[in-house]
């Protein structure tokens, strides 16, 4: 099993940086099915850490590429609201654990989803609104706040876009993940999640 885990750290470590040099896959990472199929499936409390390092490792190339390329470094409450993130997509995991049926994992990945996007840019709009002096920073209202969320900061993708990004992701992610975990526990004479009822 820690060898599964390992291999999981390097791939999606290693997706998050190619995606950072592929701007058409931006948020388009399987951090988030990990964390939360990692809660679906892991007994073994010390693979629920996989997400976390995978995220703690490329957060530091990519934060070492933005101060780089565009002078921006994050912050540290930045990194620690995407670990918060993270394990609340951790508990979901857990949550649907209890209720084993598709329709559950379904929501759970999206429920992960939706909340990373709306905390995340909350806390974008939240801190650009108070520390930035640029001209593009979002105003500290509610129209600024809606900005955040949907048209983000001129001259940049849209955070539609990076939440279109985000969702297809933990989805297509989360879906061949529990597709593996089915697959496995037949070939093992398990019962899957199709197998039990919400």
Same mark, same amino acid.
């Given at each position: 099993?820690?060898?599964?885990?390992?291999?999981?750290?390097? %791939?999606? !470590? %290693? /997706?998050?940086?190619?995606?950072?040099?592929?701007?058409?896959?931006?948020?388009?990472?399987?951090?988030?099915?990990?964390?939360?199929?990692?809660?679906?499936?892991?007994?073994?409390? /010390?693979?629920?850490?996989?997400?976390?390092?995978?995220? !703690? !490792?490329?957060?530091?190339?990519?934060?070492?590429?933005?101060?780089?390329?565009?002078?921006?470094? /994050?912050?540290? =409450?930045?990194? #620690?609201?995407?670990?918060?993130?993270?394990?609340?997509?951790?508990?979901?995991?857990?949550?649907? =654990?209890?209720?084993?049926? /598709?329709? +559950?994992?379904?929501?759970?990945?999206?429920?992960?989803?939706?909340?990373?996007?709306?905390?995340?840019?909350?806390?974008? &709009?939240?801190?650009? +609104?108070?520390?930035?002096? %640029?001209?593009?920073?979002?105003?500290?209202?509610? =129209?600024? &706040? &809606?900005?955040?969320?949907?048209?983000?900061? $001129?001259?940049?993708?849209?955070?539609?876009?990076?939440?279109?990004?985000?969702?297809?992701?933990?989805?297509?992610?989360?879906?061949?993940? =529990?597709?593996?975990?089915?697959?496995? $526990?037949?070939?093992?004479?398990? %019962?899957?999640? #199709?197998?039990?009822? +919400?």
């Amino acid at each position: 099993m820690r060898i599964l885990a390992i291999i999981l750290i390097v %791939a999606a !470590a %290693a /997706w998050r940086i190619l995606a950072l040099h592929a701007p058409e896959l931006s948020n388009f990472s399987p951090l988030m099915a990990l964390a939360f199929c990692g809660g679906v499936y892991f007994r073994d409390r /010390w693979m629920w850490c996989v997400p976390f390092v995978a995220l !703690a !490792a490329s957060d530091l190339y990519i934060d070492h590429y933005y101060a780089v390329r565009y002078d921006y470094h /994050w912050s540290v =409450a930045g990194v #620690l609201l995407r670990l918060l993130c993270f394990a609340a997509g951790l508990m979901l995991g857990r949550t649907v =654990a209890g209720r084993r049926s /598709w329709p +559950a994992l379904g929501a759970g990945a999206v429920g992960a989803s939706v909340l990373f996007y709306l905390l995340t840019n909350t806390h974008a &709009w939240l801190e650009d +609104a108070r520390f930035s002096h %640029a001209a593009t920073a979002y105003a500290y209202t509610l =129209a600024g &706040w &809606w900005q955040a969320l949907t048209v983000g900061h $001129a001259g940049f993708p849209s955070t539609l876009y990076f939440f279109r990004n985000t969702f297809a992701s933990d989805l297509l992610f989360t879906g061949a993940f =529990a597709l593996a975990m089915e697959y496995a $526990a037949l070939r093992q004479g398990e %019962a899957s999640l #199709l197998a039990r009822r +919400a």
